[in-house]
């Protein structure tokens, strides 16, 4: 297949992972965790390195699920000691942050990472980076990784999808009829780093946060239903990475920066249009409601 | 018989001060409860550590002579309206749904079965007619209505209620009270934290004077006095005519 068809899919892939699991941090308030955790896995990817010594995508993801995990619970901790949460994980997460850029310019000889590529990913590179596994022909390692971790994140969203659902929207009932709020919580945050790492590689840490957040944002003010807003999500998702590409072709620039910045686009465009809650829409309505009942 | 709910020397602090103190009581089975005292009273935190959802520093809760389990499904729960996002992108039926959760188990969806409990439930506090509207759609007292919906198909023995009557409308108060005065009939175990003092006695037969301490509890003939009101609310009471009394708007 064609290097520019690589790119478009793994791309969407991206979209579609980050997008589902970023409106449940949407509907919790969570964004801005989307944010330290997407920042302190880069902590998790140099420890992985430097105890395995190897660039392994498994170790990765395990060191990236771990001080993921690490992170929330930091947090979760801070903010129950009577630390504002925004505080605690601003601290929290810089420092972890920056104990990751220190080991890798300490380190920096061995380690085949620099801070560059850890922010800004080069999704250009995917389609030169191919394994083979068994018989089937060669494909991108991003591929790869991606897809498990999208199917693995479909899998347990549709096994917890109620408990989800619930912890979402009121984990005080949820506690009380004997659902574990906590582990719903952790089992996010650790779905939320593997996500995370798995794009990493390819639109790097900072920009995984506009695709964690921007889609969910966008499907948010379109439907009145959870399952519509995780579909509509993913498929922003997808169209974010799609329009990006052709946009980041068109005028020569980065790839990833692109493909950020049509999620904002997208969702400025649903934020004014959006039928029912949108900037214009209210307003129409508004005009229409005045015509009626103005109207002989 | 043990009672359905009691309650051994409580004590719950959110950092060092104690916020309910020694607390004691216990609610004998088939009786509608009203929880009664002034703001920041604890209230809400005695719910809350009923239910476990705030660890005690000390004391003894036992819900039919065990300590609460949220397995054994005795308990059903109605938070302060505030308490949730009503801009959740859910409708009025889900979020009724929401209530058999615990009765589904792991890996499962609700079913026929579910939604029928959930309509049906839906129709016993009048709002049928909405349940696929969003929730941010209905009044204040429609989304009162709707957790009180949520709490009738949980199906449990005791029901504990937050404010149940913030925002709701006097007809709707009255459908209300008389929802529950049937869950009573049922046998089933009521307790409402309650802030119209006019219409306690009209309301429950059982009451609890709470001030970070128990100042009363028992039969609301016994308790509900004035001078156990004046111990409740420090003073701050205005007596009316007759006997009425009513907290004074503190400015
Ligand atoms: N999460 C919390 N952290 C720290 N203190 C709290 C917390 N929640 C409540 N408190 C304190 O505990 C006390 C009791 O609060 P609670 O919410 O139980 O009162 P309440 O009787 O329900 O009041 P209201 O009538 O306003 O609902 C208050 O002084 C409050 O400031
Ligand atoms: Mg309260």
Redesign the interface.
Known sequence: MSYEIWIIIVASLVGITCGVIGCFLI?R?LAMLADAISHTVLLGIVLAFLISQSMNGIYMLIGAAIVGLFTAMLIQFLNHK?IQEDASIGVVFTFFFAIGVILITVFADSVHLDVDHALMGEIAFVPFDMVEIGFLPPLPKAFIMLLSILILNIILMM?F???L??T???P????????PVMFIHYLLMGMVSVSTVASFDSVGAILVVAMLIAPGASA?LL????S??LCLSAFFGVLAAISGYYVATWIDSSISGSMAMMSGVLFALVFIFSPTKGLLGKKMNHKRFRSESTAP | MTNPIEIRNLTVAY?KTAVLKDVQFSIPKGSLTGIVGPNGAGKSTLI?AI???IPKVSGEIKIYGKPY???D?L?G?V?QRG???WD????AL??VL??R??H?G??K??GKEDTILAKESLKKVGMDSYANR?ISQLSGGQQQRVFLA?ALV?DAQVYFMDEPFVGVDAATEKAIIQLLTDLKDQGKTVIVVHHDLQTVEEYFDHCILLNKEVIASGVTEEVFTVEQLHQTYGGKLAFLDKGKVMVEQKR
Do not use: C
């Open positions: 509907l308030k009577g096994l999808y109620k408990e659902k619930i979402s929207f009121d005080a009932l949820a506690a009380a009829i004997g659902i948010y439907t009145n239903k959870l519509h807003m | 950092d809350k239910l476990g959802l389990k949220a397995k499904r308990v729960y938070p308490s949730v996002d959740f992108p859910t409708s889900d979020v929401m209530g959760y615990g589904i792991w890996f969806r609700p969003q949520r949980q």
